[in-house]
Nanobody
Framework: QVQLVESGGGLVQAGGSLRLSCVASGRTFSTYAMGWFRQAPGKEREFVGAIRWSGLTTYYADSVKGRFTISSDNAKNTVYLQMNSLKPEDTAVYYC????????????????????WGQGTQVTVSS
């Protein structure tokens, strides 16, 4: 079992920045990858970005590429999502997710590729 706890959400003006954290506990030694997703009101949850533990390869949705950065601190079992140049359309509940086992072709943007999810943290960007 892996438990994920997100933090760092809040209210920020457009153009501002926030850094989200996701702390993993439990069976973290076997974590293969971590992902960030978000869900805006009335919309489906969508992929934001992901990081694969081996090589620390990162992937991003086109909508956040160049503005958001994923990083990790393995010693702290923590993944970060640095969000810069925030826009009102970035308003959503942000979730982190973990995958424990390798995938032959890792479908990093698919919710079904992840085994565990956090409870989410609200990010609100005002115009």
């Amino acid at each position: 079992q892996v438990q994920l706890v997100e933090s760092g959400g809040g209210l920020v003006q457009a153009g501002g920045s926030l850094r989200l954290s996701c702390v993993a506990s439990g069976r973290t030694f076997s974590t293969y990858a971590m992902g960030w997703f978000r869900q805006a009101p009335g919309k489906e949850r969508e992929f934001v970005g992901a990081i694969r533990w081996s090589g620390l390869t990162t992937y991003y949705a086109d909508s956040v590429k160049g503005r958001f950065t994923i990083s990790s601190d393995n010693a702290k079992n923590t993944v970060y999502l640095q969000m810069n140049s925030l826009k009102p359309e970035d308003t959503a509940v942000y979730y982190c997710a973990a995958r424990l086992t390798p995938q032959l072709i890792w479908k990093f943007a698919a919710e079904s590729s992840y085994d565990y999810w956090g409870q989410g943290t609200q990010v609100t960007v005002s115009s």
